[in-house]
């Protein structure tokens, strides 16, 4: 974005401190535009008339570097682009890389209809949430239009995730979109060679389209075309090599793009860039060897600024790493995830039930949780504040001690002698020489658990209920 | 202020100006587009071929670049956009990274007879000028890699586990292994049974296995202790008196332990000091400090271990880590511009990478483990190899040897047949 300090934005806020967005005053909300916490829509009054020029020119000036483009619609719909920096602990990087599997029209329609079912269903629960996959793209293998149109109709009928329709060949893309036209697909690609009649079909469909060329200059002639013609929702596909010195030189092509785009503001280029890790498929055979290399591809263009991609592999060992280094790239730096400390219920504990004790880093509270729920163990857990540190760091750093533990209980005015009739309370393994602190501080017994918290079944079939003393 | 433009006025305006050199001019006030004149809206002139109307269309998609709300102003419907018969010229370019001004230091790991050691050849890491595989300068050396050997039968994932079954007894027979069979440039032999909590053996007997390992390969080494802060720098020490010469890597020295002991005994025996802190730039930035001020390490003795983290379990940290690290050494903090190592074995504590299934039925099915833990000690490595890591310690052949291969690619040192990629999309897989 242009604006760099909360005060530059404040000269275009109404500065009446109405508090309306939330914030006590614009000052505040200003300090919210620039982190990119809050959209300058939360302020109702500058949505009124007498502020239409000061919202028209704030909003251009606060918009991303890279532009922000939208691919399909309703609740599956999905952003990517949307970046303002170059490594991530300057700011956050926005819009997670959008991952598309693919599909194809010469599959039998049983077979893409499983394909897309398990596209669409994959899910990993991490830290409180599902990591999933985003798109899907519809390849034209056939050469036919109506068969590829075909596909595209069954693929749309049976998933809501937006869709990615690839074809170099006009005909096959304008089928496709005849059917998916309320959709708002993405459309895979405008070339050297057919960019007129795909720019045709991007401004009749008013569709996002991709623009391919690994040649940096045919690429930003292509997408300074299309934005002459009225086209910006475009997408930059600089060719993915999958082997040897190509390899190395689409690397550096994504850097430069990307560096032009942020660092020296050049916005002929800014758009976001499409990898292809699918490629690998076209070098190995072996579904083994292929799925490795396309993960290697995919995690290489995630931690360097691919924000779309085509994938292809479905095996869990692929899909597992790919969500999962998205998920680090693009967390973010300026908070450590935590969750509200308190003591909670897993399932419905009665008085026999055990009482744990974990710290709010939300790593750690989600997989004690998770693994206390799907072994039906019911309990309190005790998520202690430890600003979202986990247990070993937070036992080292001081977060996790026995005073922190006590308060805990007191806070949620949770008594043991009225709830339980134990009055014990287990400590993680990591944990272990808090004991003897916790046992004077709370005058509770204090039982030492396994060290990783998927191992407390076990632990409990020989250690709960606790021997009476 | 309302500034009317009148169409009249439009020829004179912006006649023969290319729109591209309009780009950046700022038009300060309300911008109207006067029709009046024209008397219909500009879509139907333009279809009529009116001149006019031609020129207030090209108006008007400069004014939407610019980011005036044109058509709300209009109230009509979009103006139907000039189409191209032909592609806009252009030429991409982009400049390198001036900050990066200051070479990563470059450290030799072994020594060769010429040097006072007995190895075959010699591993130099760093001298870097930009980020890895970076077009801004050259990256003189690749990434490489060591493997673990153990000083005593240890608990591994099923997976890793399985090809060292018939090695496990013998330090030495393992490392073989690893240099031969699974491609090591270096191997690592960690002295855990010296910890008073294990096997308590004493620093004498563990420097025996050292001398072992020295034998048996004739690649460099690093000597790791166990981790015990108070046993350590002791154990380190009489590793170190009898690697004499051979440019080890000690590790590690970290703040937590008598790091000048280490220090010590790498300057007076010919050793490079790994200077190991947790995740935190500060300390490690402490450390390297204290390495060089207080106990006179020369810089070309050092190597950083900022800590890794497994993914999903904090790689995010580490990641960040290392990349602060790097462009601050890039840009000049002489305390952090040094080559550094990763433990890149620690990606199998993560659950993804051992359990048999995942221990929650509402994920999706995790597949068979054996190929999901090499695949995340890869991920794990190559993200960090992007920071600017230099030195990974691994333990899965297969894990090696992808890490191998696509840093090697990147760094471009690897040749392929030129694959064709124009028509992907209609690729049979
Ligand atoms: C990520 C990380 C950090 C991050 C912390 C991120 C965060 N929000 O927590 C940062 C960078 C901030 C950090 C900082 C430090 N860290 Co740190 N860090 C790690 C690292 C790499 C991973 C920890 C992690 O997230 N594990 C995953 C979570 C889910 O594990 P967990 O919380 O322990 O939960 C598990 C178990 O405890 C158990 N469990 C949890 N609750 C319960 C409850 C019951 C009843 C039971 C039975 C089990 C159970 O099950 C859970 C799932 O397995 C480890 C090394 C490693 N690879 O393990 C070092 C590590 C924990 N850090 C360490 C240290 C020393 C520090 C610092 C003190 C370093 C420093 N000098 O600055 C600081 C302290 C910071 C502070 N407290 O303010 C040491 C701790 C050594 C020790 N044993 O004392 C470790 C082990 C590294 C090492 N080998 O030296 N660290
Ligand atoms: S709602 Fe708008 S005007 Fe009111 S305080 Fe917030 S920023 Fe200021």
Known sequence: ?469 | MTKKIKLSELGSLFGGIDVQALEGVKIEGDVEIDLGQLGMNPQMAYALGHETAQLALHLMNISRILGYPVDQMLGAAPAKPARLSKLIESRFSVGKIEEWKTPIQEVVLGATSSDGGTRKSTITLGGETALPYYFDGPMPHRNHITMDVFDMPINMAKAVKSNYEDVINSPAEWAKKVVRDFGADMVTIHLISTDPNIKDTSPAEAAKTVEEVLQAVDVPIVIGGSGNPEKDPAVLEKAAEVAEGERCLLASASLNLDYARIAEAAKKHNHVVLSWTQLEINAQKELNRKLMKQCGVARENIIMDPTTAALGYGLDYAYTNMERIRLAGLSGDMELNFPMSSGTTNAWGAREAWMVSSPLKEDSDWGPREYRGPIWEIITGLTLSLAGNDLFMMMHPTAVQVLKEITQTLYGGKESEPVNIDNWVAAVI
């Open chain 1, 1 to 469: 974005m242009k604006l760099n300090s909360p005060l530059q934005v404040y000269k275009y806020l109404p500065q009446i401190n109405c508090a309306e967005c939330g914030d006590a005053t614009c000052m505040a909300f200003a300090a919210h535009l620039i982190d990119r916490s809050k959209k300058l829509d939360d302020c109702p009054p500058i949505l009124k008339d007498e502020y239409k020029k000061k919202y028209t020119e704030l909003q251009t000036l606060l918009a991303p570097e890279i532009r922000e483009i939208t691919i399909g619609t309703g609740e599956h719909a999905r952003r990517i682009g949307g970046d303002d920096v170059l490594y991530r602990h300057q700011l956050t990087f926005f819009d997670p890389t959008a991952f598309a599997y693919d599909v194809w029209d010469t599959m039998p329609e049983a077979e893409l209809v499983e394909r897309i079912n398990k596209i669409t269903n994959f899910r990993k629960f991490y830290v409180g949430k599902f990591l999933r996959v985003d798109m899907v793209a519809v390849r034209c293998v056939s050469g036919d239009a109506l068969k590829f149109a075909g596909a595209v109709k069954k693929a749309s009928e049976t998933t809501k995730l937006p869709l990615i329709l690839c074809s170099f060949d006009p005909a096959a893309l304008k089928a496709a979109l005849e059917v998916v036209k309320d959709k708002n697909p993405l459309i895979y690609a405008a070339t050297e060679k057919n960019w007129g009649e795909v720019a045709e079909l991007a401004l009749n469909y008013k569709v996002p389209v991709v623009l391919f060329s690994p040649d940096l200059d045919k690429l930003k002639s292509l997408a300074l075309t299309f934005r002459e013609m009225g086209i910006k929702d475009l997408v930059l596909d600089p060719g993915t090599y999958p082997q040897g010195k190509k390899l190395k030189e689409t690397f550096e092509r994504f850097i430069m793009l990307r560096r032009a785009g942020i660092k020296e503001g050049q916005k002929d280029i800014a758009y976001p860039i499409m990898a292809v890790p699918l490629n690998a498929w076209l070098v190995y055979k072996d579904a083994v060897t292929a799925s490795y290399w396309e993960t290697v591809l995919s995690s290489v263009f995630t931690v360097r600024y691919g924000d779309i991609m085509i994938l292809h592999s479905l095996e869990p060992y692929a899909m597992l790493p790919e969500v999962h280094i998205r998920d680090t790239i693009y967390t973010d730096p300026r908070t450590p995830v935590k969750v509200a400390p308190g003591v909670n219920e897993v399932g419905s504990p009665t008085k026999d039930s055990p009482v744990i004790v974990t710290t709010n880093f939300a790593l750690t509270y989600y997989t004690v949780e998770s693994d206390l729920s799907s072994n039906k163990i019911n309990c309190y857990l005790a998520a202690v504040d430890t600003d979202g540190i986990g247990v070993e760091a937070a036992v080292a750093g001081g977060q996790l001690t026995a005073a922190k533990i006590k308060d805990t209980f007191q806070k949620a005015n949770f008594d043991f002698k009225d709830k339980t009739s134990h009055g014990t309370l287990i400590l993680p393994g990591l944990a272990a020489r808090l004991q003897g602190d916790v046992e004077d501080v709370t005058g509770l017994r204090v039982m030492i658990g396994p060290p990783d918290s998927g191992r407390i079944p076990g632990w409990m079939e020989k250690n709960w209920p606790p021997k009476p003393k």
